[in-house]
């Protein structure tokens, strides 16, 4: 059995789940001015902002934990997921690890399918969390959750791209619908 949760609540204040958003809002925030301004877009700086904006690391600890999932339960290992409300890194996991063991969800029906049952059927608030019809990001909680999870599927597709029944346009077009 193996059981991917946050730490602990006695290791951690009340007030961290708000800190974690407003860390992916801040990640989000500086990965935005990075690639809007064209003279970082060519610059030969442009690694080094894209890694202080602590973007990868996130992108990377999520696909580190879904691969633990994965992993688990392709050996028999009973998994279960939790984190603080069960909307953000709940989604986010059990998609990944779904995506990367059963090839139906790496076709469009299939991703579908996944998006309106680990996404939309449990409740992930993508009205909150991607501020809809707000002139700003900078609401309490806004986090770019969606997005990381498709930045994840792109990195996914990257690397084993003939696995996949779509191209990286249509995670584009996910993203903007």
Partial sequence: F???RRP?????SRSSAASDVYKRQEYMGKM??????DEQLNSLKFLGLVQDSNWIEAISLILQ??????DSLQKGISVLIHCSDGWDRTSQLTSLAQIILDPYFRTIEGFMVLIEKEWLSYGHQFHTRCAHGKSSHQNDQYSPIFTLFLDCMHQIFHQYPLSFDFNQQFILDVNYL
């Fill in 2 to 4: 193996l059981m991917i």
């Fill in 8 to 12: 602990p609540r006695s290791t951690q």
């Fill in 32 to 37: 935005t001015k990075i690639c809007q301004n």
């Fill in 65 to 70: 934990a879904a691969i633990r999932v994965a």
